[in-house]
């Protein structure tokens, strides 16, 4: 490819980029709800730091909610409504059904909404919110998130199978799936960093703790006592060694090769490159795997939201709203 060819290449994925993220990212805006509903951010805050109180796993939760609704057709939402006799929901997608937890916590960040500001506060901008709230009651650090998005009226249950990220995935199909949504090979390695926190199911690391090699041996066997060779799918173990705490040990234990998901060791190989160097970088610096992770939720709260005229606000997080 010449010089010019590689030019015009670039020239139209900038434009590409920017028509498709840009211009609906550049209506977000940090003070959105200032006069609208000035105490939506702390409502929101007030449900999260108590639920998150009385089970930290929650925080977790609440942020892996807003990773699977941004993945699938943007930030809109889609990701809490439930089944209709028009539509299968992503709520029944491979990687959401029986997993997926914080729906009834969203329900009532909603209705207390609700009772302040009537059909003002997306159900979309909630999930943005109560991801950044999450990480920093668990310990983590805040960014500033950009709000606006509105709700949309339909969900796809085939697009969230061939979105979401799966924990069987290898790096190439991670950073082809990330860049597919405008992020970066260093956004995938911050936005992995979630997996600090959480459980994860039995059904989708047994494959890794008896089949594979790149594993701590003695992680494994300890592993394989709670995860049978076969049946106990919904058994869960935590993804990390501080399973409760927003911290960088999620990238020590990927150097010692204790990652859970074969997608969580798919980052550090121990061979060089790109991916090893910036997990040693944020295993050392967790302020520097912080300040990546919030410029990397930002980004990610980005892709594709509703806007404007575009989707609704719905009254309630689970259904369309009537009429």
């Known amino acids: 490819m010449d010089s010019f060819t590689y030019f015009k290449f670039k020239l139209c994925f900038t434009i590409f980029f920017f028509i498709h993220y840009g211009l609906a990212s550049a209506q977000l805006s940090p003070n959105f709800y200032a006069s609208s509903c000035p105490q939506a951010l702390s409502t929101i805050k007030s449900v999260v730091d108590s639920v998150v109180s009385q089970e930290r796993r929650m925080g977790a939760s609440l942020l892996r909610l807003h990773f699977h609704d941004c993945f699938v057709n943007g930030c809109d939402g889609s990701v809490l409504l439930d089944n209709t006799t028009t539509f299968t929901g992503e709520k029944s997608a491979g990687g959401n059904i029986n997993s997926l937890r914080g729906f009834k916590v969203v329900d009532r960040m909603k209705s207390h909404l609700e009772r302040i500001c009537p059909g003002v506060v997306s159900c979309a901008d909630i999930l943005a919110i109560a991801a950044r709230d999450s990480v920093v009651a668990l310990g983590g ?139 040693k970088a944020y295993s050392a610096n967790s302020a520097s795997f912080f300040k990546d992770f919030g410029k990397a939720m930002i980004k990610m709260g980005n892709i594709s939201p509703l806007t404007g005229s575009k989707g609704q606000i719905r009254t309630n997080c689970r259904k369309v709203n009537s009429g």
């Not at 459980?199 to 709670?226: G, H």
């Not at 074969?262 to 490159?273: E, I, P, T, V, Y």
């Open 141 to 279: 650090s805040s960014w500033t998130v950009r709000l606006g998005r509105r709700d949309s009226t339909t969900a796809s249950l085939s697009a969230a199978n061939s979105n979401l990220p799966s924990a069987f995935a290898n790096i190439t199909a991670l950073t082809s799936l990330f860049s597919s949504k405008g992020l970066s090979a260093k956004d995938l390695v911050a936005l992995s960093g979630s997996h600090t926190v959480g459980m994860a199911r039995c059904t989708v690391f047994r494959a890794r703790i008896y089949k594979e090699t790149n594993i701590n041996t003695a992680y494994a066997k300890s592993l394989k006592s709670n995860c049978p060779s076969s049946g106990g799918d919904s058994i869960i173990s935590p993804l990390d060694t501080t399973p409760n705490a927003f911290d960088s040990s999620y990238y020590t234990n990927l150097l010692k090769l204790k990652g859970l998901l074969h997608s969580d060791q798919a980052l550090f190989s121990g061979g060089g490159g790109f991916f090893d160097s910036q997990v």
